[in-house]
């Protein structure tokens, strides 16, 4: 039963690139510098307040130890959770494989983990990040495969379980789905099909999973053309197989990836002008209400291109001359058409070419130009054979780097989505947390104050009234849940101690009341819930000091000759056996105690009062005596007539 009764008033990648500073001072410099305004000013007293923890990215299977332990001593509380390659489709008869293993479809004690991922889950938990599962279905050949096998209910219902059960053997904290096959090889024409089998699945698998207390993320292209011409969102942002609108209320993530927006020309890797539509798009699709699950793609690599001209032919110096149809290489060589490269490597050509990379605001990545000389071919005009010729070609370079990833986390706070997810999180650079630190720290939520007003005495069961007012900064928190809580006396000092009592909402003061019934001694607290800006509050415990038994009174006969005995009915609420109680009678100003009692099993009790050799009226009241958690309580005045 409870202690009162409240009313509320109330990859590895798709492709190869696929994805300190040392002052605050310096970073928001980095930020003015690509036109992020940075917040105001914290006054010089305020206590600190934590960053928010704003990046998320993936490893993969392949990351080293040392790379999550790199990330670990320098990520400074900005990342609460990351992703890494641990799993893949491996067709119909094996379709849940653990990477990196030779035992797929093999019978073995732990097929869902290994020692290498073990240690890293590990390291990561004891370090406070959550560990997300990725499962992909990578490559040309699982074409069509994945949506077959999800053909029917339950098949589905099936891999959930399936999934669930290994990620809850395996001990990570969720699960990702990079599910890029539907999008890139399956065919637009398998969408239909397709799409219903997938919003199916994710809402078994959110089932499934929610149902052992895990998370579900779902990675999802971002697609050129996020939106459409009148500023409408393109389903699924082009890929509207993945039906973002669908499975927003399943998901806990939805992953974007916004990069590899330059493939074979070069280009941006994900210029942040693209990414702000594609962020737009979601938060359109999902709905204000699910904009935090989003999560916005950044790329933390670059690509060195042979450049192009508009009408696609190679770029080549005059000296020595070079044939127009000449073509590079494409071999996988760092010399050749394309070469995907990290942050440090692209800034190391450009130092040895004697070149300074350019910050392209808009796109929020850097980019130059040098030259090298790169093998390849060209068709002889002669006799149309293909010759081998070395030339000294032009190549441009376009990258990302923590200042691009500053640029990106502006989008946070604007669209009020979760944070960044990094492409990938092994290759970010020393001043990467640094940077991304003092950016978050800058849009860190601010406190929410709440001050509580609640009677320090109050009756059993009797309506009384706990009134709270919440600010932020300076401002009243408007629209806000405030969830009254009550603990009892005695209780522990622990938050499990807390029990809700009631909700309500702030008003346009910051103000909310709460009707209560209170039933015991204790305190109340009332607890303000978060937003992006703001930090969930709660205020002091404010103690009822004093809850009096309830006591009721009555006379069955009132008109009584002299000298004769009048019996009073009383009721004690709480009721218990033996309470105590006193029937007492005004004297002039003063209450004189004039018979005792003890109540029955229900706080019922029959008081006999003496007789008077007075005529006239006589006025009595019960008291209750105090006991354990109630203060001692008091029946209105009962009247009895003599003479």
């Not at 479809?105 to 990561?124: C, E, M, S, V, Y």
């Not at 799409?195 to 895990?214: E, K, N, Q």
């Not at 939805?254 to 990069?259: F, G, K, P, S």
């Not at 405030?482 to 346009?508: E, F, H």
Request: charge should be positive.
């Amino acid at each position: 039963m409870p202690v009162l009764s409240p009313l509320s008033r109330l990859r590895a990648p798709r492709r190869p690139g696929r994805r300190r500073l040392t002052a605050v001072a310096a970073t928001l410099a980095v930020v003015a510098s690509i036109g992020v305004a940075a917040p105001a000013a914290v006054a010089e007293n305020a206590p600190p307040v934590p960053p928010r923890p704003i990046v998320s990215g993936w490893y993969g299977y392949w990351s080293s130890d040392a790379a999550v332990a790199s990330l670990i001593s320098g990520h400074g509380g900005l990342v609460p959770e990351v992703n890494i390659f641990w799993w893949s489709f491996g067709g119909a008869a094996n379709p849940l494989c653990l990477y990196a293993s030779t035992n797929c479809g093999k019978k073995t004690a732990t097929p869902w983990i290994n020692a290498h991922f073990a240690g890293q889950r590990d390291a990561l938990h004891a370090a406070g990040i959550k560990v997300y599962a990725s499962i992909t279905d990578l490559g040309s050949t699982r074409a069509r495969q994945l949506s077959a096998y999800l053909a029917t209910p339950s098949g589905r219902q099936a891999y959930a379980d399936l999934i669930a059960t290994w990620a809850s053997n395996a001990r990570v904290d969720g699960v990702d789905l990079d599910w890029e096959n539907f999008a890139f090889n399956d065919g637009r024409a398998t969408w239909d099909t397709t799409r219903p089998r997938w919003v199916d699945f994710i809402a078994r698998l959110s089932t499934s999973l929610h149902a052992r207390g895990l998370k579900l993320s779902a990675t999802v292209p971002g697609g050129m053309k996020p939106l459409n011409n009148d500023g409408s969102p393109t389903p699924g942002a082009g890929y509207s197989v993945y039906a973002w609108d669908q499975i927003a209320g399943s998901v806990d993530r939805l992953r974007v990836m916004a990069y590899d927006y330059s493939l074979s020309r070069p280009g941006p890797i994900g210029p942040n002008d693209w990414a702000e539509q594609v962020v737009a798009s979601a938060v359109a699709q999902v709905g204000p209400a699910n904009a935090g699950k989003v999560w916005i793609g950044q790329p933390q690599y670059g690509r060195d291109w042979v450049d192009r001209t508009a009408s696609g032919g190679y770029v080549t110096t005059n000296s020595p001359i070079c044939p127009k149809n000449w073509v590079p290489n494409d071999t996988g060589l760092a010399n050749d058409r394309v070469d995907t490269v990290r942050p440090a490597v692209a800034r190391a050509r450009a130092a040895a070419a004697g070149v300074t990379p350019q910050w392209d605001a808009v796109r929020g990545e850097w980019t130059y130009t040098y030259t090298a000389s790169v093998a390849g071919t060209y068709v002889s005009a002669t006799n149309g054979a293909k010759v081998a010729r070395t030339c000294t070609a032009v190549r441009r370079v376009w990258f990302g780097d923590a200042a691009s990833a500053v640029a990106r986390a502006s989008l946070v706070p604007k669209y009020k989505i979760g944070g960044i997810v990094v492409w990938n999180l092994e290759d970010v650079q020393p001043n990467f947390w640094t940077a991304l630190g003092a950016f978050s720290q800058a849009i860190a939520p601010v406190p929410t104050k709440v001050a509580v007003n609640a009677p320090r005495s109050l009756t059993y069961g009797v309506p009384g009234q706990v009134t709270a007012v919440a600010t932020s900064g300076s401002a009243p928190v408007l629209g806000a849940t405030a969830t009254l809580q009550w603990r009892p006396a005695g209780a522990n000092n622990s938050n499990a101690s807390w029990r809700p009592a009631g909700t309500g909402m702030t008003g346009v003061d910051g103000s909310v009341s709460f009707d209560v019934k209170p039933m015991a001694a204790g305190s109340w607290r009332v607890v303000v819930a978060g937003a992006q800006t703001r930090l969930l509050g709660a205020s002091a415990p404010t103690a009822v000091a004093v809850v009096r038994s309830i006591v009721a009174a009555r006379a069955p006969v009132t008109n009584l000759t002299t000298n004769a005995r009048a019996r009073i009915y009383a009721k004690v609420a709480p009721g218990a056996r033996n309470l105590f109680v006193r029937v007492e009678r005004l004297s002039g100003s003063r209450w004189v105690g004039v018979s005792l009692a003890r109540t029955d099993a229900r706080g019922l009790l029959t008081a006999v009062v003496p007789p008077t050799n007075n005529r006239g009226k006589a006025t009595y009241r019960v008291v209750s005596y105090a006991n354990g958690a109630f203060a001692r309580g008091y029946s209105g005045p009962v009247t009895i007539v003599s003479g």
